[in-house]
């Protein structure tokens, strides 16, 4: 089985048993989510297209909550004499695919 999901603004392919690191859910660490499917499908080749109407459920399992690697953001303006350095870091969410279903 494999599926596209989309969450955060992003998509993944994904299939049972994969690991992922998503922007932050609400949801507690243990606890299930269902996640917006675009697309699935099985091996036999039998898919579903959620735009022509068909359905399908990937859920997920919410393994814990981290924050990403730091990133610097450098601005300058030349001959202004104007530099300024920010610092970010993500908050991300890692999921486990538990289950994806066709209907």
């Known amino acids: 089985m494999y599926a596209i999901i989309e969450t955060g603004g992003k998509q993944y392919w994904v299939k049972p048993g994969q690991d992922l690191q998503v ?21 036999e080749g039998t898919s579903a297209d959620t735009k022509a ?9 919410v393994v814990k909550h981290l924050r990403g690697p730091k990133i610097l953001v450098f601005k300058k303006r030349p001959k ?10 993500q908050d991300l969410t890692q999921i486990k695919i538990t289950d994806i279903q066709l209907a």
């Open 23 to 43: 922007e932050k859910l609400d949801a507690e660490a243990g606890s299930n989510v269902e996640l917006k499917v675009l697309w699935a499908a099985n091996e």
């Open 53 to 61: 109407g068909n359905t399908a459920k990937v859920t997920a399992q």
């Open 80 to 89: 202004k004499g104007y530099e300024r350095t920010i610092g970010h870091r």
